[in-house]
Nanobody, 115 residues
């Protein structure tokens, strides 16, 4: 499974970005897909996740009400809609997908929020 992420960039506080991540290869058994982020000098944290059926969703408390995770394209593409962005959202964002018992990572995409 290969994951291709896109959509990062530089935005002012209060702005919006939409991240996309498309899975390719052996996608038939992909289950949960998720977004993680890693701010500079800190550990990677789970931001949001969605299982194959689309329910339940998980959101880390700091993004609830601002970020929305969704899936489409036969459940192999995952999006992260990020609204009302804050400087503390600045991080490298990674998509991830579980295929049976294996976790796959996409390459990171930088999100920078200026104050």
């Amino acid at each position: 499974v290969q994951l291709q992420a896109s959509g990062g960039g530089l935005v002012q506080a209060g702005g919006s970005l939409r991240l996309s991540c498309a899975a390719q290869g052996r996608t038939r058994n992909i289950g949960t897909m998720a977004w993680y982020r890693q701010p500079p000098g800190t550990q990677r944290e789970l931001v949001a996740s969605m299982n194959r059926s689309g329910n339940p969703h998980y959101y880390v408390d700091s993004v609830k009400g601002r970020f929305t995770i969704s899936r489409e394209n036969a459940k192999t593409t995952v999006y992260l809609e990020m609204n009302n962005l804050r400087p503390e959202d600045t991080a490298v964002y990674y998509c991830a997908a579980w295929e049976l018992r294996t976790l796959y990572w996409g390459q990171g995409t930088q999100v920078t929020v200026s104050s």
